[in-house]
T-cell receptor, first 116, second 112 residues
Framework: GAGVSQTPSNKVTEKGKYVELRCDPISGHTALYWYRQSLGQGPEFLIYFQGTGAADDSGLPNDRFFAVRPEGSVSTLKIQRTERGDSAVYLC??????????????FGEGSRLTVL | AQSVTQPDIHITVSEGASLELRCNYSYGATPYLFWYVQSPGQGLQLLLKYFSGDTLVQGIKGFEAEFKRSQSSFNLRKPSVHWSDAAEYFCAVGSGYSTLTFGKGTMLLVSP
C-alpha cells in the first residue's frame, strides 16, 4: 500500500484479556518497528524487525508482550493478560534498507489501546 | 545509550512570529537526526532530517534545523508561524540502521 496501515485504529478491552494489533508496512520496506506512545510522552521503542526476525526486542517491557512477522511483511503485536498500564497508542513504522536508506521511519496512524 | 532532550514541554507563539524548538541529543557516533510533527489523532510526519553534509537542513512547511556538533543540538526553526503549525513536535536520534530514540516532545500553541 501507499503508507503504513495499522488495525484496529481503536481497541477497548478489559483487564486480563488478550489483544492483537496488526501492522502492514510500506511495500518493499524490510525493516519494521513497533513503538508505544503514552499520553504526554514521546514514542518509546518496543521491537524492531529486519525481515522475519526480531533484530532488537530490548524495548518490550515484559514477557506479556510479543511480536511476530512470519513472512517479512505484516507484523502482529500481541499483548497477553492486559493491564490498565498498557493503555497507550501503539505505533508501527517501516523503513527502507539498502543504498537509499537515510534512516527515516514512516509511521502509521497508530492503534489506540484502552484497557478498562 | 542514545537519548534526546526537548527542554520545553509547551511553547506558545503568536501567529506570524518566529519559532525555535530546542533539541539536545546524546549519541556515541555521528548521529542521524530527525524532526517529526504530530497533529492530534494523527501519525508522525517527518519534517526534516540530517545525516551528513550541510549542517543547515531545510524541510517541509518552511521549517529548517541546524546541526551543531559542538553543542549536541539540532534546533528546529521557522521564521513565521502559521496557525496550522500548532501540533506536537518530536526530535529523534539514531544511526540510520537501527532504532530511533525520541524526545518527549514540545507542544506548540499558536495564538492569534
Amino acid at each position: 500500500g501507499a503508507g503504513v496501515s495499522q488495525t484496529p485504529s481503536n481497541k477497548v478491552t478489559e483487564k486480563g484479556k488478550y489483544v492483537e494489533l496488526r501492522c502492514d508496512p510500506i511495500s518493499g520496506h524490510t525493516a519494521l518497528y513497533w513503538y508505544r506512545q503514552s499520553l504526554g510522552q514521546g514514542p518509546e521503542f518496543l521491537i524492531y524487525f529486519q525481515g522475519t526476525g526480531a533484530a532488537d526486542d530490548s524495548g518490550l517491557p515484559n514477557d506479556r508482550f510479543f511480536a511476530v512477522r512470519p513472512e517479512g511483511s505484516v507484523s502482529t503485536l500481541k499483548i497477553q493478560r492486559t493491564e490498565r498500564g498498557d493503555s497507550a497508542v501503539y505505533l508501527c513504522a517501516s523503513r527502507q534498507t539498502g543504498g537509499d536508506n537515510t534512516g527515516e521511519l514512516f509511521f502509521g496512524e497508530g492503534s489506540r489501546l484502552t484497557v478498562l | 545509550a542514545q537519548s534526546v532532550t526537548q527542554p520545553d514541554i509547551h511553547i506558545t507563539v503568536s501567529e506570524g512570529a518566529s519559532l525555535e524548538l530546542r533539541c539536545n541529543y546524546s549519541y556515541g557516533a555521528t548521529p542521524y537526526l530527525f524532526w517529526y510533527v504530530q497533529s492530534p489523532g494523527q501519525g508522525l510526519q517527518l519534517l526534516l532530517k540530517y545525516f551528513s553534509g550541510d549542517t543547515l537542513v531545510q524541510g517541509i512547511k518552511g521549517f529548517e534545523a541546524e546541526f551543531k556538533r559542538s553543542q549536541s543540538s539540532f534546533n528546529l526553526r521557522k521564521p513565521s508561524v502559521h496557525w496550522s503549525d500548532a501540533a506536537e513536535y518530536f526530535c529523534a536520534v539514531g544511526s540510520g540502521y537501527s532504532t530511533l530514540t525520541f524526545g518527549k516532545g514540545t507542544m506548540l500553541l499558536v495564538s492569534p
